[in-house]
């Protein structure tokens, strides 16, 4: 069984910060890759930021030079850094996660965590 694990979500005014971290832990051989999806209100999921085991980032170009993707390998944690934040980031964040198990690779998500920015 895997589990992956988000917290820092909140409420900021517009223009703060917020870090989100993701943790993946259970039964896997590796991690390929993990990051940051989102869905506001009446919108479908949407990329927000990708890391490949190897450190290798990808970004919503509305989120490029505002927020930042790392990790901690050895904790299998990701982080999501974001700054400088919009009303329309507002939505909940899901942690995502690309696993080895055995010989063959799986997609885990996390339960989401609500990022509010206001006005």
């Known amino acids: 069984q895997v589990q992956v694990v988000e917290s820092g979500g909140g409420l900021v005014q517009a223009g703060g910060s917020l870090r989100l971290s993701c943790a993946a832990s259970?039964?896997?051989?590796?991690?390929?890759?993990m990051g940051w999806y989102r869905e506001a209100p009446g919108k479908q999921r949407e990329l927000v930021a990708t890391?490949?085991?190897?450190?290798?980032?990808n970004y919503k170009d509305s989120v490029k030079g505002r927020f930042t993707i790392s990790r901690d390998t050895a904790k299998n944690t990701v982080y999501l850094q974001m700054n400088s934040l919009k009303p329309e980031d507002t939505a909940v964040y899901y942690c995502?996660?690309?696993?080895?198990?055995?010989?063959?690779?799986?997609?885990?998500w996390g339960q989401g965590t609500q990022v509010t920015v206001s006005s």
């Open positions: 995502y996660t690309n696993l080895v198990r055995g010989s063959s690779n799986y997609n885990y």
């Open positions: 259970g039964s896997f051989l590796s991690i390929n890759a």
């Open positions: 890391i490949t085991s190897g450190g290798g980032t």
